[in-house]
């Protein structure tokens, strides 16, 4: 239930800019690489992003937890 709590929100967030230090460390270095290079480079940036989202998930449900059990402390 908390992950379908989680994903649901998660739809609500619009975060598809990079940001400008990003851009701006990234751009050059595509620009020197092959498209090979091009190729892997953007498949580690989703392994990256992919173990981010999963550490986030799992962070989401910790606090869930973590609020429930203070909540449930406070009732008592």
């Not at 092959?34 to 992003?49: A, G, M, P, R, T």
């Amino acid at each position: 239930m908390i992950d379908v709590m989680y994903n649901y929100r998660q739809g609500e967030l619009h975060s598809t800019e990079f940001s400008d230090d990003f851009n701006k460390l990234c751009i050059p270095f595509e620009d020197s690489m092959s498209e090979e290079q091009i190729d892997v480079f953007h498949k580690i940036l989703d392994c990256v992003s992919e173990n981010a989202a999963a550490d986030m998930r799992a962070a989401y449900k910790v606090g869930f937890k973590y609020g429930i059990t203070i909540m449930k402390e406070v009732q008592d």
